[in-house]
């Protein structure tokens, strides 16, 4: 995600870092280049495209800003909805280990070792989900959280978060029969796990779930064509004008494009997309401290404006 301050009025037309441009540069060199063909033919051979009128491109230009706009709306609210997934997961992870330090006595080596058990589980799982929606390998990030007794059925697991919930449901039938703390207790806690299958459950959702493909394949037919058609449209009136407000026109349409698409996933790695690595690292930090450990790591800065 991109980290940084609104650039000045100088600057604002010369950032490449978080903006889109990289992106669509193709389409429009391209529409820059038809545009300019068709203006070299109107001067050397007037009237060869004549004046059509506004009218057509207004209405078919507004047609498509309400498509692009509902898009693009959609692919926000998916985007917001996974930021606030991953607040509440910050939430859930910081009131389990609140409840785990405060009600479950450490006094005895059964307290202290349940206590560092099920927030290490909590830390791995946060790790887990992450991994889990960016598609990359968990291990040396949940291993050391995880008890070498299950690393191998870990490994063997589909679905590595939901393994490791289940492990901390059975830590957490151990503590209730080993009376470790009280049903109202047991069940506040159980709470906390439930709402973080939600959270898993929900992430999984939007991952799993892009928007219908025929929508998406409408508005890029539509945009293509409506950008290929403007230059005839404007030709006989804007002259030599023509490639550059065409070239305008362009960005603006297949900017709203690539970006809508870079929104509908919000758990990639892209400069626009979630910090994921950058939160899972603030629970892990959040939760070792109130542990009291004394090796935690150091918090995840941006490197150029970019927070990963």
Not at 273 to 296: F, H, M, V
């Amino acid at each position: 995600m991109i980290v940084r301050q609104t650039p000045n009025a100088l600057k604002i037309f010369f950032t490449l870092r978080g903006s889109i441009i990289p992106k669509i540069y193709p389409q429009i060199l391209l529409i820059t280049f038809l545009s300019t063909f068709i203006t070299i033919i109107q001067h050397w051979l007037p009237d060869s495209f004549p004046y059509y009128g506004m009218a057509t491109f207004t209405l078919l230009g507004i047609a498509l800003s309400l498509f692009l706009g509902f898009r693009n709306n959609a692919s926000y609210q998916r985007w917001w909805e996974a930021r606030g997934l991953w607040g509440q997961l910050v939430y859930d992870s910081r009131s389990l280990t609140r409840q785990v330090l405060s009600f479950i006595d450490n006094d005895t080596e059964t307290g202290h070792d349940t206590q560092r058990s099920m927030i290490y589980l909590t830390i791995a799982f946060t790790h887990a989900v992450r991994h889990r929606l960016r598609g990359t390998s968990p291990w040396q990030d949940i291993e050391p959280f995880v008890e070498s007794t299950h690393h191998d059925s870990m490994r063997q697991a589909k679905n590595v978060p939901d393994y490791l919930m289940r492990l901390m449901g059975k830590q957490l039938g151990d503590i209730r029969r080993q009376q470790l703390v009280s049903e109202q207790i047991v069940q506040n806690m159980d709470e906390r796990l439930t709402s973080m299958t939600i959270v898993l459950a929900a992430c999984e959702r939007i991952h799993n779930t892009p928007l219908p493909f025929a929508y998406m394949l409408l508005v890029h037919r539509t945009t293509y064509l409506y950008c290929f058609m403007l230059p005839f449209g404007l030709v006989a009136t804007l002259g030599w004008a023509t490639p550059l407000i065409c070239a305008v026109i362009a960005y603006t349409f297949f900017g709203l494009d690539a970006l809508s698409e870079e929104l509908e996933e919000p758990f990639g790695l892209a400069a626009n997309q979630l910090p994921l690595t950058a939160l899972s690292r603030t629970i892990e930090i959040n939760l070792r401290e109130a542990l009291g450990d004394t090796d935690i790591p150091p918090d995840i800065t941006p490197i150029n404006g970019y927070l990963q």
